[in-house]
């Protein structure tokens, strides 16, 4: 057997429930059985992955290997769907009751999933995509800043250049899965198109507006950036737009978004990511 830790671009995990379990807090990360007992075979969990989840558009991109909360020897693999949000893939559920995603930064340590502990799937997160990162305890967080792969990819280069030094995001983003507004001293994790992290970012100050007064929090937070020009006050809109539209929700712009001021404390260099590059 093996656990399957699988996450969109906005690093939300794959749940699972079995036809058998009608208990609607037991959820668990979904499993594969390797038929000719080769769990260290990749391309034979690849199949036997994607067989379980079709199409599951996703690469393997690491394992590790852990004991579960009864001291058994159990094997973790790491899939990412490149480019993909939870909401765009599709999965053949014969085997399954129902499926959720939850973002990886809301499974809380005591929590236990099917014999694994949320600590261990954290961890395991942690040492496959943020290689050469000590995470201490402190909240953390996923930049949600995808607004296409260009955009995302600007976006991103304007941050690591040092042209753009504050997050800007919809309160309702983290509403809906129950996150907690980013806070002083907590971590938020930078991701690419294809949703490997690029860096690693320190929550400076936070503060919370309606969209139509963007640009006054901007000069109350101390920030010369001149992010909320005109095009690109419409680049955001139409990215919250679409959001709220894909969300059965109407965007305006009373709507109240996240502003957080941050620093760069970590930068995954290129030569030192070759183990998680994907197609």
């Known amino acids: ?49 994607k067989q379980a989840f079709i199409p599951l558009k996703s690469n393997l991109i690491g394992k590790k290997n852990l004991l579960d909360i009864y001291h058994n020897d159990q094997v973790i ?17 014969t085997k399954y009751r129902d499926i959720q995603w939850t973002p990886i930064n809301c499974i809380k340590e005591s929590d ?16 496959i995509l943020l290689n050469g990162f000590t995470v201490t305890k402190r909240n953390f967080h996923i930049v949600k800043n ?7 990819d600007d976006y991103n280069k304007a941050i690591l250049q040092d042209k753009k030094r ?13 996150q907690n507004i980013p806070q002083v001293g907590d971590y938020s994790f930078l991701n690419n198109w294809k949703g490997i992290p690029v860096a ?39 990215f919250f ?9 109407k965007f305006s712009r009373s709507k109240e978004v ?10 995954f260099k290129e030569s030192k990511m070759d183990h998680l590059i994907i197609p």
């Open 1 to 49: 057997m093996a656990f399957l830790l699988i996450l969109d671009r906005e690093h939300k995990t794959l749940w699972v429930k079995n036809k058998n379990k009608i208990d609607n807090n037991h959820w668990f990360l979904p499993e594969v059985e390797d038929p000719v007992n080769k769990p260290s075979n990749r391309l034979n969990v690849e199949l036997l992955a």
């Open 200 to 238: 690693v970012l320190e929550v400076t100050a936070v503060t919370v507006e309606s969209f139509d007064k963007i640009n006054e929090a901007v000069s109350q937070m101390g920030s010369n950036e001149d992010i909320f020009s005109e095009g690109r006050e419409k680049k955001y809109q139409k």
């Open 258 to 267: 996240v502003l957080s001021q941050f620093k760069i404390i970590r930068q």
């Open 77 to 93: 693999y790491l899939f990412l769907c490149p480019g993909k949000e939870a909401s765009e893939i599709l999965f053949d559920l």
């Open 146 to 152: 995808s607004h296409g792969k260009r955009e995302t």
């Open 112 to 127: 236990n999933f099917s014999g694994l502990s949320g600590k261990s799937v954290i961890q395991t997160y942690h040492d």
């Open 166 to 178: 504050i997050l800007v995001e919809l309160k309702d983003q983290y509403s809906l899965y129950h």
């Open 241 to 249: 737009s679409t959001w709220c539209k894909n969300h059965n929700q």
